[in-house]
Structures are given as structure tokens and as C-alpha cells.
């Protein structure tokens, strides 16, 4: 079932963003996005306190190119080249043609459409490189900008997933947004630049 062969991650470009495989260098970003608590408020676990949790983060990003079961990618805002975030699909079964979309930027980032543009240029190149199907999201029901981003990406909320996570102690629902390949309509401004 697991995909046998690595999946090289890829360097995508768009408009505002330049999407690239992590670097060791990205550490310490890696490290101040995952250990900020207002970021990570909706995430499905606490915020970072272990500066070696970022190396972890970049390793098992190799791993998963290495093991060919997705691809997560840093983004860079292209006019000071500063690291906003990341996005990834992961869980890629190509039996199913199925993946699991994630994304995390950093709060200075949001509102500007980013995440919309970042994602949608990582969607292109997934059905333009995987033969994917179908890809899902899940995201805390509390999180409205979250589940904007998806929307307007073309996914439909498909269902409530009840109590879900328990995170310090706070019991969460999430909903499940899933993209079918046939209704999936790239936007002028996610398109990879050529």
C-alpha cells in the first residue's frame, strides 16, 4: 500500500510565493512558527518548547520525500524572501489517488491571501504529478479563516468529526473538507508560474 519510491519535493512558484523543500537552515523559523500559541491555536497539538523538535520536523520531512508518502514544502514570501509558513500533502496512497492537505503560516501573514495561493499552487502540481483523486482537510470547527481558504479552494465540508482532539485539556470538533479531482479549478493567481 505505501508508495515505494521517493517523491522529490518540488520548488513552485507563484505570483508572491516561492514554495521549496526545507533546509536544515530553516530550523530555527520552523522552530518560532510552531511555538507560537496564538498560530497554533486550533492545531491538533500544543505549541513547540524544544528547540529539537524543529530538527525532528525537517527530518521527517526528508523522510516522507525519501519514503515517497508526501511532500512538504516551506514558503517563502518572494519580495524579502522571509519564511511565512509551510503546506503539505501527506498520507499519499497512490492505490487510493488519495492525500491529506496541512498548512501552517505565521499570524503576520494572515489575510493576504497566501495560504489560498500556496495551496493552490501545491494542489496543481499534485494533480499534475500524482494522478491524485481526492484530497482531504480537516480543521477545527472554530477555525472560520481556515475553513475559508478550503472553500475557496473548491473543497466541500463533508462532515463533522465529534470531540475528535483533546488539546490541554480542551475537547475540539473538526470538519473534514474533501477536493474531488473533476471539481477542481485552478485560480489565475495560485497557477505555478512558468
Known amino acids: 500500500m505505501m508508495a515505494s519510491m521517493s517523491l522529490p519535493t518540488p520548488t513552485v512558484h507563484t505570483a508572491r510565493l516561492r ?21 497554533l491555536r486550533y492545531w491538533d497539538s500544543p505549541p513547540w518548547n524544544d528547540r529539537a523538535r524543529a530538527d525532528r520536523f525537517i527530518a521527517a520531512c526528508r523522510q516522507m520525500a525519501d519514503e515517497g508518502t508526501g511532500a512538504r514544502l516551506a514558503i517563502d514570501r ?74 475557496k479552494l473548491g473543497f466541500v465540508r463533508e462532515g463533522t468529526l465529534r470531540e475528535d482532539c483533546v488539546v490541554n485539556g480542551e475537547v475540539s470538533d473538526s470538519w473534514v473538507f474533501g477536493l474531488i479531482r473533476r471539481e477542481w479549478r485552478p485560480s489565475p493567481g495560485s497557477a505555478p508560474a512558468r
Open 19 to 39: 514554495l521549496r523543500p526545507f533546509t536544515d537552515a530553516d530550523a530555527d523559523a520552523a522552530f518560532e512558527l510552531h511555538s507560537n500559541s496564538y498560530v
Open 78 to 151: 518572494l519580495s524579502d524572501g522571509a519564511f511565512i509558513g509551510w503546506c503539505s500533502l501527506t498520507r499519499w496512497n497512490p492505490d487510493y489517488r488519495s492525500a491529506s492537505l496541512g498548512y501552517c503560516l505565521d499570524d503576520a501573514a494572515w489575510g493576504h491571501g497566501y495560504a489560498t495561493e500556496a495551496v493552490g499552487a501545491l494542489l496543481q502540481w499534485a494533480f499534475d504529478t500524482l494522478d491524485l483523486n481526492r484530497v482531504q482537510a480537516e480543521t477545527d470547527t472554530r477555525n472560520a479563516a481556515s475553513a475559508r481558504v478550503l472553500e
